[in-house]
């Protein structure tokens, strides 16, 4: 069974930075392309980065372009999200995710990130 457990989520003021993890299970996480999506309230899920199976290649959102990193660590099973320059509408329960647009399925619980003053 596939399971992926986020963390690191909370509030933060904008402009300051947080690190989001999520480890995973049930399949070779090493094999799978990985991606982050957030909701912000009220809305679909946004796409907001990917990452290749081996770390390789990223690509990221215009909205998050140039303050956000996706990586890996495949030694632990373990994809992350370093979120810099936080900005109010980065406000939403970001999730991980092996699954492809539009339904973004299987994804974990989510964690949620808060930015404000």
């Known amino acids: 069974e596939v399971q992926l457990v986020e963390s690191g989520g909370g509030l933060v003021q904008p402009g300051g930075s947080l690190r989001l993890s999520c480890v995973a299970s049930?399949?070779?996480?090493?094999?799978?392309?990985m991606r982050w999506v957030r909701q912000a309230p009220g809305q679909g899920l946004e796409w907001v980065s990917s990452?290749?199976?081996?770390?390789?290649?990223?690509v990221y959102a215009d909205s998050v372009k140039g303050r956000f990193t996706v990586s890996r660590d495949n030694a632990k099973d373990t994809l992350y999200l370093q979120m810099n320059s936080l900005k109010t509408e980065d406000t939403a329960v970001y999730y991980c995710?092996?699954?492809?647009?539009?339904?973004?399925?299987?994804r974990g619980q989510g964690t949620q990130v808060t930015v404000s003053s």
């Open positions: 990452i290749s199976a081996r770390g390789t290649g990223t």
């Open positions: 049930g399949f070779t996480f090493s094999l799978k392309d």
């Open positions: 995710t092996t699954g492809p647009y539009p339904t973004f399925i299987p």
